[in-house]
T-cell receptor
Framework: KAGVTQTPRYLIKTRGQQVTLSCSPI?????VSWYQQTPGQGLQFLFE???????NKGNFPGRFSGRQFSNSRSEMNVSTLELGDSALYLC????????????FGSGTRLTVV | DQQVKQNSPSLSVQEGRISILNCDYT??????FLWYKKYPAEGPTFLIS?????DKNEDGRFTVFLNKSAKHLSLHIVPSQPGDSAVYFC????????????FGKGTRLSVIA
């Protein structure tokens, strides 16, 4: 079965712009979580959506937002991009809420110049 | 304050020998622990997990040990193979996986042939 699909794989944006990243979960999975990975920082939790509702939110500024659609696909948006937003953004899906059976996508590499 | 710590950024091991990756945590409420492996340009892949009611879990060449009193877990890979070369992340969760994962910064394992 198809895995978690993240698009685009790579993005270059200019400081001050906004960006939207997309995540299609494994078929049947209803939970989507987003993580940011920066060099030397591990993975930091952004938010989790389950059945179109935000279930958990990490410690990121309000410039970071997300949503989930009725087909479980999710998008995250970052407005007013800063250089420090350059990172690998990873999406993970699971059947139910929480982390059991988490499967990660390959990520979107965002570079802010 | 980092709740999950992997104090060794890198580790080199000879092929066939044992690899031991360590992880410490500060939050005694964590009750579910996981290890992920990550290759470049790919998302993390689940390796093995352990619940706090156990002190050992084994899956083939991979064994995770949990020492709750020391708030320490370790991943043993025996025997190590060149294909094991990757970054390994330790992660922890509360409520048996019902809260977002908290990741360490990762340890880069190099298995030398």
């Amino acid at each position: 079965k198809a895995g978690v699909t993240q698009t685009p794989r790579y993005l270059i944006k200019t400081r001050g712009q906004q960006v939207t990243l997309s995540c299609s979960p494994i078929s049947g999975h209803r939970s989507v979580s987003w993580y940011q990975q920066t060099p030397g920082q591990g993975l930091q939790f952004l938010f989790e959506y389950f059945s179109e509702t935000q279930r958990n939110k990490g410690n990121f500024p309000g410039r970071f937002s997300g949503r989930q659609f009725s087909n479980s696909r999710s998008e995250m948006n970052v407005s007013t991009l800063e250089l420090g937003d350059s990172a690998l953004y990873l999406c993970a899906s699971s059947l139910g809420a929480g982390t059991y059976g988490y499967t990660f996508g390959s990520g979107t590499r965002l570079t802010v110049v | 304050d980092q709740q999950v710590k992997q104090n060794s950024p890198s580790l080199s091991v000879q092929e066939g020998r044992i690899s031991i990756l360590n992880c410490d945590y500060t939050n005694s409420m964590f009750d579910y622990f996981l290890w992920y492996k990550k290759y470049p340009a790919e998302g993390p892949t689940f390796l093995i997990s352990i619940s706090s009611i156990k002190d050992k879990n084994e899956d083939g060449r991979f064994t995770v040990f949990l020492n709750k009193s020391a708030k320490h877990l370790s991943l043993h890979i025996v025997p190590s193979q060149p294909g094991d070369s990757a970054v390994y992340f330790c992660a922890a969760s509360l409520l048996s996986g019902n809260t977002p994962l908290v990741f360490g910064k990762g340890t880069r394992l190099s298995v030398i042939a």
